[in-house]
Structure formats: structure tokens, C-alpha cells
């Protein structure tokens, strides 16, 4: 079977066809997924209904998965279960409990685990249960984006370097989310404004809403250089909106790509997807580490 490529959108994001990932692949069909996600960032695979071991098999060939902390139902496992279903009884969860409110935070636009040191290189999202209505994933592309700065901009975010803090951004849903304990789980990490892509050299944008200001900044002064950018970023030549199907894959790269939720009627409505997270290259950033200290 030969493997077809058809973007979705203008400046990033495609579809592949004739490869089933729900088996073995070979060497082959693998080196031209690798490339292509490479290439387009946001990768859709249509009909191909994943179980939990299935999906563990295809990340892994990405590289290593990340093991879910916090407070995520699926803590201590390869998956971060995004359901407003219990996952002990498969009841609708009520949308006052923690757990909801928890993650009202992906309507955020955000990079996953970039308030890690070692930031993800992508997330791969199975849709398990999707409601008849609502509950669309955006993506916006921080590479797309990037030419088009204007060339003073481009300059001052070419060597910034921004802080990313999980606690932050938790308490953008609700002030003091995070329990004392939680809070210390997670310190805040630095990473580069701009990274480049270690295969064709590319530049994005590289934010989010872990994202809390930058460093040599005024703490407000560098929140409004990244609000500014991310309103570049999430304009709709650089976005691509994913409506689901059941047995849905999209995989995203969280190193040059901001993605969030959209709203569902989730008292009326079931949704469950399954994400696996690879984690990044520890060597990429480390440049940027060591010189902030
Ligand atoms: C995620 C995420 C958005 C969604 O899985 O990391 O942000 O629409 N998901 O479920
Ligand atoms: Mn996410």
C-alpha cells in the first residue's frame, strides 16, 4: 500500500492515508510518517480505532512516552485521559468537580508539557467517544507564523527566553488551582522563544499558556510580548480546526504547534480521547538552559 499525504490547511497540517497503524509498520512506511510529520506538524490518520496497547505500540515509535503526574485521572500511566466521563464507573462527570475544572485549562491555546525541562516533541490524541456535537481541537502553527514577524519583533524574540510555569497557567482557570504540594511537583522551567526544527532548519514560535513572562523583562512587559505573539500566531491562515470522528489519530508537534479544546455540551454529551505523550530531546534545549542560570 503506498502512503498519500493531503494537507488540511493552507500552511501546515495533512492527512495520511494507506498506512494502518493499528499494526506493525514497517521500516518504510514509518520513515515517510516520521518525514511527514516532520514536515506538516499536524498529522490526521482517519478510521483507524486504536486500544490502549495499540496506541502505546505507534507512539513508541516516536520515541520515549511520558508517564501522566497530577492530578489526571490516568496519573501513573502512559495516558492523559481527556473525558468528562469517571473512569472508575463511566458516569458524566458534574461540571463543578475538580476534575472538569482541571480541564477547562486546554481551552487555553498551549504546547503540552512545556513546563517540563525536557519539553514534549508531540502528542498523539486517539478520539475513543466523540460528541454528536462540539468539541473540536485547534492547532495553530507557530512555524507558519514566523516569517511573516516583523523584522524588529523577529529580533527581539530571536534569542528571548521565556519562562513556563504550570502553576501560572493553572491559576488562569481559578486563582490558587494548584494545592502546595502540587505547586512544588512543578517549578518553573525556561525555554527559547524561537526554536528551530533540527531537520529542515525551520523556525516557530514557541509559547503557550504555561508560558508566564520573559526572562530580563518586566514580568508585564513580557506578558504583552506574548500575548502579541500568540494573536499573530492564532490568526486563521495559521490555524487548522479538527472536527472528530471516532477513530480519529491526530498528531501534533508540540515543539512548533499551540492546540486547544473547544467547548461540548458535557452534561448532555460523552467524549473520551486517549493521549500518549513523547517526551523531547534533552540535548535540543540545553544551550538555552545553561545560559539563563
Ligand atoms: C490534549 C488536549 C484538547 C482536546 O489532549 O492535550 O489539549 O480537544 N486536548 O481534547
Ligand atoms: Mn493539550
Known sequence: MTITVSRLAPSFAARIDGADITRPLSDAAWAEIRAA???????????????????IAFSRRFGNLEVTRSINPAAGTPFARQSNLDITTGEVIPPDDRRMIYQLANTFWHSDSSFKEVPSLCSLLSARIVPPEGGATEFASGRAAYPSLPEDVKRRVETAVAVHDFSWSRDQIKPGFFTEKERAEYPPVRHPLVRTNPVNGKRALFLGAHASHVVGMPVEDGRT?????????????????????????????????????TPF???????????????????????VRGSVR
Not at 510529520?37 to 496506541?55: C, I, K, M
Open 225 to 261: 510580548l506574548l500575548k502579541q505573539l500568540l494573536d499573530h500566531m492564532t490568526q486563521p491562515q495559521f490555524c487548522y480546526r479538527h472536527e472528530w470522528r471516532e477513530g480519529d489519530l491526530v498528531i501534533w508537534d508540540n515543539r512548533c504547534v499551540l492546540h486547544r479544546a
Open 37 to 55: 510529520f516532520e514536515e506538516h506538524s499536524v498529522l490526521l490518520f482517519r478510521g483507524q480505532p486504536l486500544d490502549d496497547e495499540q496506541q
Open 265 to 287: 455540551d458535557t452534561t448532555r454529551y460523552k467524549r473520551l480521547m486517549q493521549r500518549t505523550t513523547i517526551s523531547g530531546d534533552p540535548a535540543e534545549l540545553e544551550h
